[in-house]
């Protein structure tokens, strides 16, 4: 398997300094669930930010939104990633490959991959020999009992030697939410105790979320056109009881590609256009009510990649040289200005280059960025503090440095620093009103600096027939980290939460065994665990995950023609405080709920069975409980965690059915 996110040329996870992996296959699809963020959360030092069961929000290393990169076929995505419950607008079933490096990435990807970057690229096209035509596919079809939920979905390749098409569609749609029917704190009179608990109103979505490429092969190279749409529909329970409607949408057109050139030399341009929708209620009106325009905000972004991939070149055995240029144009034409109308531009030149020493293979590389914040007054609804266009240039140097030192065919011992940063987007810097969706008003901060990181990690990994394992340590120090702060006042009746900046170290450790005991039982472990310090006031960093131990057990019994599993897994993550004034930390504070968690351990099993049907490779029925005993706690990235529990006992039935290849 080879890795191509945050490296100089493709290769082994292994070998290489930064700490990757790579989702495919029959991992990708036993993984796969909903949202991104709780496909990718099993994976050591990654979590998810989530609303009951949606949005599911990917963090890395205690990192997450402006902070984490999320990347469409290697092409950034806007989803106005800055607040806590806006999902990236990928859908995990119609994806082929996803890759995560976690650490710096700003190398390859520039602003916004501070702490890291996920890769979600679609499936490969599929070609078949000369003067034959192939075609493969695959449905899904999905039942969640605690909220009602059905998945269907389909997707398809075909193809001769030359030309090459592929489509997928999925449809997602749920009720109300079930969570544990505990006792209220206004029935048992602890204020420890939740708002509301049983069946959560105003928890209800639906989606529908596809995708169409063609692809051609040429003697010159070959090049392939995509168009995904991401289309989302879903209200939220705030802590009065009522409910706030929102409607996303995320289009992404996608030109790109690979031209090979004399002496080992390969051109690799991609033209991207994204236009991205957000429409959200005032509080306490729900999406069957219909929009009121509150909130309405549609940005355009414009991206011309060109990445040239070549052998040897003077002291370097390979490696990769690059441009990258972005234009993002915003318009608020809502009554409040969650963000402002405005621009983001951005222009790069980078370079990555590898080369091995005996058994050390090095890894550098530097970037340049020059980028440009505009506010603008013209493009903006709603009143705004200043007139015209409010600028703001920015001119950053980063790069990385990575050794990956091999002490045998199985064991290497890999170090990385990075250089990453990030400058303040439209809403940090311009943020002025109600935030519905978590209940506080925010504000910005015109005068914020960009955050400037040094991230370094050693890792030791071990890799032989039966057992894979790695142990990684890291510290990220980042200068000028932004975060909301409550300010102890309110608005409305709500609090105010304001942007500001201060000195933050994090550092963590994670641990991962993966043992094939018998040719039946595999045996996997992780533990993972990361401390974020506020320099100046001594405090936690906001919204950092529990520290998290999982095991889990699957044993495959004989055939028999039907191939069955079954899988027995154990989370547990331990107790977390909510740092001072962080976003939810209010709740603490109030007659009902927590924003601080208690320790807790859940057990999930899965059982499956597989049988072959219409094609070469078999249809599977799988069972997934999650919470298998129902029972009661908050996750600490649960938003709802300051006025509800966490989802219950969780019983997901679905079945794949492959067709043709």
């Known amino acids: 398997m080879e890795v191509t996110a945050g490296v100089p040329l493709p290769g082994a996870p292994m070998l290489q300094a930064a700490d990757v992996d790579v989702l495919t296959g029959e991992a990708l699809q036993r993984r796969g669930r909903f949202t991104l963020g709780e496909t990718l959360e099993a994976l050591p030092g990654v979590s998810s930010v989530t609303a009951g069961t949606q949005v599911g929000r990917p963090v890395i290393r205690g990192l997450s939104g402006d902070r984490i990169r999320i990347l469409s076929n290697g092409i950034g995505v806007e989803y106005q990633q800055y607040g806590q419950r806006h999902p990236p607008g990928i859908d995990p079933f119609l994806a082929g490959r996803i890759e995560v490096v976690r650490g710096a990435s700003s190398l390859l990807h520039g602003s916004g991959a501070l702490g890291g970057a996920i890769d979600v690229q679609a499936p490969a096209f599929l070609y078949a020999p ?34 090459s098409l592929m489509a ?13 029917r505990a006792t209220p704190a206004a029935v048992s009179g602890d204020a420890d105790d939740p708002r509301f608990t049983g069946t959560l109103p105003h928890t209800g979505f639906q989606q529908l979320n596809g995708q169409v490429g063609a692809q051609l092969r040429t003697d010159l190279g070959t090049y392939g056109l995509r168009y995904t749409q991401w289309d989302g529909e879903n209200d939220f329970l705030l802590p009065n009881g ?26 690799r341009p991609t033209l991207s256009w994204q236009n991205n929708l957000r429409r959200a209620n005032r509080p306490g009106r729900p999406r069957g009510d219909g929009y009121d325009g509150t909130i309405h905000l549609e940005t355009d972004v414009y991206t011309a990649r060109m990445e040239a991939l070549h052998g040897p070149l003077g002291p370097f055995d390979g490696g990769t040289l690059g441009m990258e240029y972005t234009d993002q144009v915003q318009h608020s034409r809502g009554s409040t200005v969650l963000a402002p109308g405005g621009e983001v531009s951005n222009l790069a030149l980078f370079a990555f280059e590898t080369r091995d020493v005996g058994d050390l293979t090095l890894q550098a590389g530097l970037r340049h960025d020059w980028h440009r914040v505009v506010g603008d007054a013209h493009r903006t609804a709603a009143p705004v503090d200043f007139s015209g266009r409010d600028a703001h240039d920015h001119r950053v140097f980063t790069g ?82 932004i975060y909301l702060q409550d300010t102890g006042t309110q608005r409305q009746g709500l609090p105010v939460f304001a942007y500001q900046q201060d000195n933050a170290v994090l550092e963590g450790v994670e641990v991962e065994v993966r043992w ?59 107790a977390k405080d909510a740092a001072p004034g962080e976003p939810f930390a209010q709740f603490d504070d109030l007659p009902f709920g927590t924003a601080s968690t208690e320790a807790y351990t859940l057990a999930d099993l899965g059982a499956g069975l597989a049988f072959h049907g219409f094609g070469a490779r078999p249809v599977q029925l799988e069972l997934a409980v999650r919470n298998l005993l129902d029972r009661e706690y908050r996750d600490f990235l649960d938003t709802y965690k300051g006025y509800a529990l966490s989802p219950g006992r969780e019983i997901r039935v679905s079945m794949r059915v492959p067709f043709g290849g």
């Open 130 to 163: 000369p003067g034959e035509m192939a075609m493969d596919g695959e449905a899904l079809i999905a039942h969640h009992d605690h909220n009602g939920q059905r998945d269907t979905g389909l997707r398809a390749r075909a193809g001769s030697d030359r030309f």
């Open 242 to 267: 009522d409910g706030i409607g929102i409607w996303l949408r995320n289009d992404e057109l996608q030109l790109s590609g690979h031209m090979p050139l004399a002496a080992g030399w390969e051109l």
């Open 400 to 481: 990385a440095l990575g050794v990956v030192y091999r002490l045998s065919d199985r064991l290497a011992l890999a170090a990385n620093a990075g250089r990453g940063f990030r400058a303040p987007g439209l809403f940090e810097r311009y943020a002025d009103g109600v935030h519905g969706g978590v209940a506080a008003v925010q504000q910005g901060n015109p005068d914020l600096e960009p955050e400037r990181a040094l991230n370094l990690d050693l890792a030791l990994r071990w890799n032989a027939p039966g057992l894979a394992a790695s142990a990684t340590l890291y510290r990220n120090d980042i200068r000028h980290y």
């Open 516 to 574: 094939q005991a018998t040719d039946r039982m595999e045996w996997a472990g992780s533990l993972e665990g990361v401390r974020g310090t506020n320099q100046r006031t001594g405090h936690d960093l906001p919204m950092l995950p529990a520290d998290t131990l999982r095991l889990e057990v699957t044993y495959r019994f004989p055939s028999r023609g039907l191939d069955p599993w079954l899988r027995l897994g154990l989370r547990h993550s331990a």
């Open 168 to 180: 997928g569609i999925m449809r997602r749609s749920a009720g109300l939410l079930e969570t544990p």
